[in-house]
């Protein structure tokens, strides 16, 4: 297959996420038996994104422009400012809550080992934005892993030294997860977080 | 999202089969942040493809060139002409099988109703085939549906017309497949093509 523009394309497609190498065919195969003009948009679009899609100037998220929709939008709120490692998570808050403040998007989590320190995530950055337009809440939704718990904890110090308030996602077992699948870690972590309970709330 | 260009990418992904909302935003975010390279690559080998890839003139299965490779493989047994209804079932026997004949794909399969006679299905050529060059053996591979059975049916009359041997691919459970999971049709077919059993064959 591989000496042909059929196996260079199946090879191409697997350059995407969880595509093997027969979901690779199916697709390839797909585009060109039954959707060659959608395969034609795909290449264009792709081709214009890999190469305009940069970050944002002001909150690092990936946008074609100087400003990202979120930043450049004057209705929303510039109190609140939710710090997250990915531009993923910014779509997966965007898409599931009612959230209408500001973002920073580290790209990545302190992990020291690896080089990634202060500089690589912007700190310094989101530092001058915090002592010239400090927002009143700082909201941490960095992943609870030990390089994000990390991360929290600086961001924490750094809001502390402002006097800006800091708070954080809940952790914990997911609405309609049931205990005995739930992994021992976040089962430890959410039996730790207990709340009092206040019936009727 | 869609007034961006990256909600552009995610959207135009979505034209690729098994692709939802979810995946394609992964997917976008997986090019974006970590292989631009790949993203670059596959756009322009999809171009590509879209534009140079047709039907080979002999075999009807897509090729950048006048003969897929197969058909130009001096070495493969022109006795063998195998008839399939799409080039991933090309892709399937070769990918599984040892077969080193030739094929001949219809890209369809007989459907009156959709407007699909002999035609469409390039039945004309292969009849012209089988009148210049007719191999030993015509192995039919269609589909177990009413239409696949149907356009078989009609490659046996051809093939039998012109004195050629023809055979079917098996139809049945299986291997390693389990009676009470297997679809009805299928058991049922299976039953009744029950074959006489000789141990130690
Ligand atoms: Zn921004
Ligand atoms: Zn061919």
């Known amino acids: 297959m591989q000496d042909n523009l059929l196996g260079s394309l199946v090879d191409a497609l697997r350059c995407l996420p969880g595509v093997g190498p027969k979901s690779a065919q199916r697709m390839a195969l797909h585009l060109l038996e039954r959707d060659r003009e959608g395969g034609r948009n795909l290449s264009r679009v792709m081709a214009e994104a890999m190469e305009r899609i940069g970050r944002c100037t002001r909150c690092r998220d990936l946008t074609e422009r100087e400003l990202c929709s979120i930043c450049s939008d004057t209705r929303r709120d510039d109190g609140l400012l939710c710090i997250v490692e990915s531009p993923v998570d910014v779509l997966a808050i965007e898409q599931a809550t009612a959230f209408r403040g500001r973002y ?75 205990l005995e699948y739930i992994d021992q870690t976040t089962l430890a972590h959410a039996f730790g977080s207990r709340q009092s309970f206040t019936p009727g709330r």
Do not use: C, W
């Open 104 to 178: 920073f998007v580290l790209l990545g989590r302190l992990s020291p080992l690896d080089g990634i320190g202060p500089e690589e995530l912007g700190l310094d950055m989101l530092e001058e934005r915090l002592d010239t337009e400090p927002p009143q809440e700082l909201i941490v939704a960095t992943n609870p892993t030990v390089e994000g718990e990390a991360t929290a904890y600086y961001l924490h110090k750094m809001a502390e030294a402002r006097g800006i308030s800091v708070s954080r996602i809940a952790h914990g077992v997911p609405l309609g997860g049931e």
